[in-house]
T-cell receptor, first 120, second 113 residues
Framework: DAGVIQSPRHEVTEMGQEVTLRCKPI?????LFWYRQTMMRGLELLIY????????DSGMPEDRFSAKMPNASFSTLKIQPSEPRDSAVYFC??????????????????FGSGTQLSVL | GNSVTQMEGPVTLSEEAFLTINCTYT??????LFWYVQYPGEGLQLLLK?????DKGSNKGFEATYRKETTSFHLEKGSVQVSDSAVYFC????????????FGKGTKLSVKP
């Protein structure tokens, strides 16, 4: 398996522009997470999905942020309009709850390599 | 509420030095505890875990023991290498919901040759 795939790897945009970040989770995983990482605030959970349904979006900073998961193999995080304070590394992660309670199950999250977003 | 507190970095060590990164947690109940590692330019990956009190997680020479009495899960390695330079995150999670994974702020480790 190729792991969690995020695109683009780097995005530079100007303030006010729309930004769309993309994620392909590991096949068969039923959970998908979007995190944001900054020096000031560390790693923040923005939103997560279970079986394509948003479960908790309380970490989404404001209405400028939206996330969708139209199917089990694709998710997007959109920022519209973008602002300089949105500059960060955005990570997508996926996991599966199948096997919980069985020997060998560790419930780990598998992270993508991240998207480095710079809003000028 | 539930939270994880890690020692602030950065931590700079010479190769073959002993490493300890402190982690304490606050939780209502008995969570599973994790250490994740982030190498430069990459996403986080699981390093080790422990699911109950007195469990010891270990991987790649790293160890951490789940101490319920002190609510701690300190990461240790007897002899660090340059390749261990990374950011280390302590985390906790309650079973039944993957969304309950809570991370500490991370500790950056730099190992000099």
């Amino acid at each position: 398996d190729a792991g969690v795939i995020q695109s683009p790897r780097h995005e530079v945009t100007e303030m006010g522009q729309e930004v769309t970040l993309r994620c392909k989770p590991i096949s068969g995983h039923d959970y998908l997470f979007w995190y944001r990482q900054t020096m000031m605030r560390g790693l923040e959970l923005l939103i997560y999905f279970n079986n394509n349904v948003p479960i908790d979006d309380s970490g989404m900073p404001e209405d400028r942020f939206s996330a969708k998961m139209p199917n089990a193999s694709f998710s997007t995080l959109k920022i519209q309009p973008s602002e300089p304070r949105d500059s960060a590394v955005y990570f997508c992660a996926s996991s599966s709850i199948l096997g919980e309670g069985r020997i060998g199950y560790d419930g780990r999250l598998f992270f993508g390599s991240g998207t480095q977003l710079s809003v000028l | 509420g539930n939270s994880v507190t890690q020692m602030e970095g950065p931590v700079t060590l010479s190769e073959e030095a002993f490493l300890t990164i402190n982690c304490t947690y606050t939780a209502t109940g008995y969570p599973s505890l994790f250490w994740y590692v982030q190498y430069p330019g990459e996403g986080l990956q699981l390093l080790l875990k422990a699911t109950k009190a007195d469990d010891k997680g270990s991987n790649k020479g790293f160890e951490a023991t789940y101490r319920k009495e002190t609510t701690s899960f300190h990461l240790e390695k007897g002899s660090v290498q340059v390749s261990d330079s990374a950011v280390y995150f302590c985390a906790l999670r309650f079973g039944g919901s993957q969304g309950n994974l809570i991370f500490g702020k991370g500790t950056k480790l730099s190992v000099k040759p």
